[in-house]
């Protein structure tokens, strides 16, 4: 009987001492998670009210962007910061901890700084900006977005590239859009004893009809490359750069749809053979 009035009195004072701990910090737990999720909807509305402010400054685009995804990561970690804190973790020892903690985070996260530091120069000296079309990192597309940690790329067949800002701000790139105007150039083949003047004055009479080709520079053909099978002519026009593949692909058509009309012959690799009797 002694033993049952034991285990009763210890099984009353676990059950105070768990009553007291919920009191303390349950009310802590849920207010905490209160404040976070009501924090990220105030977060989510604030992002919003700064894109829409940066809009109406007429901010270039590309600093709207990479901005927006700052305010929205530094916002976050003020609100969890204060969420730890309603649940009574002590910040000054938090802080302690991160900072003991710190040289290793960094070597860690090296490369996102990087990618955060390329981000801030692409942003300063602008190679580029949203809209233009690049070449960069083996990749090609139009720069849609420049986040705070990468830029992402929309290629011609619509698929979406995420680029690091560490080795796109360091690196090699082709920018197709900062010059109004582009060349053009085709390697177009007629055969061996067909007439190259007729070739050249087709070739020229097709850019000279097509008002797309521009008069200033004129237009180029001549007598590129004896090859093996073929008399390869190079040719080369400037046109404007929103022009540039449809007078491409214009034109390598008209070629080939001509040809025949000029006598010329469309040549392909080809092999003889000469057989010595013995």
Same mark, same amino acid.
């Given at each position: +009987?002694?033993?049952?009035?034991?285990?009763?009195? #210890?099984?009353?004072? *676990?059950?105070?001492?768990?009553?007291? =701990? /919920?009191?303390? =910090?349950?009310?802590?737990? @849920?207010?905490?998670?209160?404040?976070?999720?009501?924090?990220?909807?105030?977060?989510?509305?604030?992002?919003?009210?700064?894109?829409?402010?940066?809009?109406?400054?007429?901010?270039?685009?590309?600093?709207?962007?990479?901005?927006?995804?700052? @305010?929205? @990561?530094?916002?976050?970690?003020?609100? %969890?910061?204060?969420?730890?804190?309603?649940?009574?973790?002590?910040?000054?020892?938090?802080?302690?901890?991160?900072?003991?903690?710190?040289?290793?985070?960094?070597?860690?996260?090296?490369?996102?700084?990087?990618?955060?530091?390329?981000?801030?120069?692409?942003?300063?000296?602008?190679?580029?900006?949203?809209?233009?079309?690049?070449?960069?990192?083996? &990749?090609?597309?139009?720069?849609?977005?420049?986040? %705070? !940690?990468?830029?992402? *790329?929309?290629?011609?067949?619509?698929?979406? %590239?995420?680029?690091?800002?560490?080795?796109?701000?360091?690196?090699?790139?082709?920018?197709?859009?900062?010059?109004?105007?582009?060349?053009?150039?085709?390697?177009?083949?007629?055969? &061996?004893?067909?007439?190259?003047?007729?070739?050249?004055? +087709?070739?020229?009479? +097709?850019?000279?009809?097509?008002?797309? %080709?521009?008069?200033?520079?004129?237009? !180029?053909?001549?007598?590129?490359?004896?090859?093996?099978?073929?008399?390869?002519?190079?040719?080369?026009?400037?046109?404007?750069?929103?022009? &540039?593949?449809?007078? =491409?692909?214009?034109?390598?058509?008209?070629? =080939?749809?001509?040809?025949?009309?000029?006598?010329?012959? @469309?040549?392909?690799?080809? +092999?003889? /053979? #000469?057989?010595?009797?013995?």
């Amino acid at each position: +009987m002694e033993n049952l009035d034991t285990v009763s009195t #210890h099984l009353n004072q *676990l059950l105070r001492t768990l009553s007291s =701990y /919920v009191s303390e =910090y349950g009310l802590r737990l @849920i207010g905490a998670l209160v404040v976070l999720v009501v924090g990220l909807w105030i977060v989510k509305l604030l992002v919003r009210s700064s894109q829409r402010l940066m809009d109406k400054s007429k901010l270039d685009i590309s600093l709207t962007t990479f901005l927006k995804s700052m @305010i929205d @990561i530094l916002l976050k970690v003020l609100l %969890i910061i204060s969420v730890m804190g309603m649940m009574g973790i002590q910040m000054t020892s938090f802080i302690a901890i991160l900072g003991a903690a710190g040289l290793a985070v960094g070597m860690a996260l090296s490369g996102t700084l990087q990618n955060f530091a390329g981000g801030v120069m692409i942003l300063i000296f602008k190679p580029f900006k949203v809209g233009d079309f690049i070449n960069a990192q083996g &990749y090609s597309g139009v720069v849609k977005e420049i986040r %705070i !940690f990468v830029t992402v *790329l929309t290629t011609p067949d619509n698929k979406t %590239i995420f680029i690091p800002n560490g080795p796109l701000s360091n690196g090699s790139l082709t920018n197709f859009s900062t010059q109004p105007n582009r060349r053009v150039d085709w390697t177009f083949g007629i055969a &061996y004893g067909d007439d190259y003047d007729k070739a050249k004055a +087709m070739l020229l009479d +097709m850019m000279k009809e097509d008002k797309r %080709i521009l008069t200033d520079p004129e237009p !180029f053909v001549a007598l590129g490359e004896l090859a093996d099978s073929s008399v390869n002519l190079t040719v080369r026009a400037w046109v404007k750069a929103a022009d &540039y593949w449809g007078v =491409y692909f214009d034109m390598n058509e008209k070629f =080939y749809k001509n040809a025949d009309q000029f006598g010329l012959s @469309i040549p392909f690799p080809q +092999m003889d /053979v #000469h057989l010595d009797k013995a």
